[in-house]
């Protein structure tokens, strides 16, 4: 099996090749009538996806929430086109534990959202334009298409490094082959491609009922996010160009299209209904964005949660925290508050006892953490960090 | 011609120094002393120092240590200062933290690793490293090609610096038969001095 995953793009490259120069020209799925017949090299990407799907599950990289998946693939079901269901193509919402903007789609229609696009999301509708954008990338064949296009510009070049340097060009080229999901997730696909998953999933988008105004609303949300983060990461949608790309189609085709597609019945957006879906897995990466110190990301996320669900002592606790852990003194005071708030809300809940004694702790003010560091151990006599706590209270006693 | 076979036995010897002077690794056993990171341990019988950090010429941070290669088994005892930017998390230590605090930091940039899947922590508990008040975790992880890892890391802060004795190997065979060497290694560490 690993000897094929290694070659595998060794003989995919050499089976375009010989293929000479194929056409990009496929029908999208269902424009034919009958099921989807699969080009050979297209089956082969069929099967390499499969490969890299089975890889993402024993990484244990995916965010359990059933509820959740269940309520996304409904989503997805509403926005996939009739034509695409007909000929045989189903799609499957998988949602990833990662904090960073990212969505990609396998030719299989296998379809992953990192939880971190999900949390930065405000509704259906913004939901439903990026299932409709990712979808048609599937639907219209898009990774066939990209590699049939890279293979009949490169294929000279590619001949010419076999012979020469074989280690060079074809290499690159062959590791990229590689990487389906890589180039799904972080190159994207060519200009013309992307548009025509902004042009088709906004079509879908508002077949499906959904508001066309929050189409463009979806991305200037993220790129107000990622131009916060002060250190990109490299996936599509967290790039700002490809962002501003995305904002200039989506406002132009809405200025085109919108008024005329969404003509009878109410527009939906579905704002109640997401964030109820995704409540819990708003808390969840919100804390890994606390793990990986983007406390601004962690903080905007909880204040979210915390507005959601006022009530949870959680929320408020893990806010304090994402101004404590920043080492900073002149945000001591707001944690202090937010600590106090975890508190008011469940006296009985020992975490906010030890965020507020470490950070005594920190001040210097032994006394306090003193106080607040016994009530922890009152609370939860047997927390896994009982040693700690108790040679921290040793310390302060002093 | 006696010129001749001295100047090829002094390049020859020239040669074999600076062959010597770019190997990767060189046995190392006893007492080692690293008077710019401030401390010394006493290294067992049959291991090796890393004479570069993977990958480059450069000399590793500290005192890297191998017996059967760095993808085997490592030993790597190096004190970072606390300003200095964690590789995967943004979270930075602070000369004030608590123990708990900085054992966590360094699970999280761990955990941030791209790389690091089903990390799994078996234990982070309370340490204390020549009389220093600390910390200790073990945990396992897989990489990308499911390959498993345990490491066992002991820390502590001492003013600027957080000092950090880890002992990482492949999770089986390996890890529990040079434990023992790593606990011995772990007692013998010594601070020279009070780091400023």
């Not at chain 2, 067992?44 to 000399?59: D, F, K, N, Q, S």
């Not at chain 2, 600027?160 to 038969?177: E, G, P, S």
Request: proline share 6%; aromatic share 10%; with cysteine.
């Amino acid at each position: 099996m690993r000897e094929i995953r290694r070659r595998f793009p060794w003989l995919l490259a050499a089976s375009l090749m010989a293929a000479g120069c194929a056409t990009t020209a496929l029908p999208p799925a269902g424009k034919d009538p009958g099921k989807l017949a699969l080009e050979e090299d297209e089956g082969r990407l069929w099967n390499r996806a499969q490969e890299e799907q089975e890889q993402l599950r024993r990484a244990r990289v995916e965010y359990h929430d059933p509820a959740l998946r269940t309520y996304l693939n409904s989503v997805a079901q509403r926005v996939l086109p009739d034509e695409a269901r007909q000929a045989g193509l189903s799609v499957d919402v998988h949602v990833i534990k990662n904090p960073s903007l990212n969505a990609f789609i396998y030719p299989n229609g296998v379809m992953y959202v990192h939880t971190g696009l999900l949390a930065r999301m405000e509704n259906e509708a913004q939901l439903a334009t990026l299932l409709g954008h990712e979808m048609t990338h599937a639907t219209h064949r898009h990774l066939a298409r990209q590699f049939r296009d890279i293979q009949n510009k490169t294929a000279f070049m590619a001949t010419l490094s076999v012979a020469g340097m074989p280690f060079g060009a074809w290499g690159m080229l062959a590791s990229v082959l590689g990487q389906l999901g890589t180039i799904a997730s972080v190159y994207g696909y060519s200009q013309d491609l992307e548009r025509e998953a902004d042009q088709e999933g906004f079509q879908l988008m508002v077949r499906a009922g959904y508001d066309p105004r929050e189409a463009p609303k979806l991305f200037v949300h993220l790129k107000q996010w990622v131009e916060e983060e002060k250190k990109p990461e490299p996936f599509f949608f967290n790039t700002h160009p490809r962002l501003v790309d995305r904002i200039e189609s989506y406002e132009e085709i809405l200025r085109r299209e919108g008024g005329a597609l969404a003509r009878g019945g109410p527009l939906r957006i579905g704002e109640e209904v997401f964030l109820v879906h995704t409540r819990r897995l708003l808390l969840d990466n919100a804390l890994l964005d606390l793990q990986g110190g983007r406390f601004l990301q962690a903080q905007r996320g909880l204040e979210k949660f915390v507005a959601l669900n006022p009530e949870d002592a959680p929320g408020h606790y893990f806010l304090a925290e994402s101004y404590r852990r920043q080492n900073d003194p002149r945000l001591h005071p707001e944690a202090i508050r937010l600590y106090e708030g975890a508190i008011a809300l469940d006296s009985a809940y020992a975490d906010p006892y030890r965020g507020l004694g470490t950070l005594y702790y920190q001040a210097g003010q032994p006394s306090q953490a003193a106080q607040a560091l016994e009530r922890y151990l009152e609370l939860a006599p047997t927390a896994p960090d009982r040693g700690y706590i108790q040679g921290l209270l040793e310390e302060v006693r002093k | 011609m006696t010129r001749n076979r001295h100047g090829s036995r002094a390049l020859l010897g020239g040669l074999i120094l600076l062959l010597a002077g770019c190997a990767p690794f060189v046995l190392a056993s006893g007492k080692q002393t690293l008077t710019q990171s401030e401390f010394e341990v006493t290294v067992p019988e049959g291991w090796y120092r890393a004479m570069r950090a993977p990958g480059t010429l450069e000399a590793p941070e500290g005192l890297v240590l191998t017996r059967d290669g760095l993808a085997l088994q490592q030993i790597r005892v190096v004190r970072v200062p606390v300003d200095k930017d964690l590789k995967f998390t943004k979270r930075k230590f602070d000369p004030k933290l608590p123990p708990h605090d900085v054992a966590e930091i360094e699970l999280d940039d761990h955990r941030s690793n791209p790389d690091v899947f089903n990390l799994t922590v078996e234990e982070n508990a309370p340490a204390t490293v020549d009389g220093r008040r600390g910390f200790r975790l073990v945990y396992t992880w897989q990489t990308k090609d499911g390959y498993r890892l345990k490491r066992i890391q002991y820390g502590f802060l001492e003013g600027k610096w957080v000092y950090q004795l880890t002992y990482q190997a492949a999770a089986r065979f390996y890890f529990d038969r040079d434990l023992a060497t790593f606990d011995k290694l772990r007692e013998s560490f010594r601070l020279l001095s009070k780091p400023a």
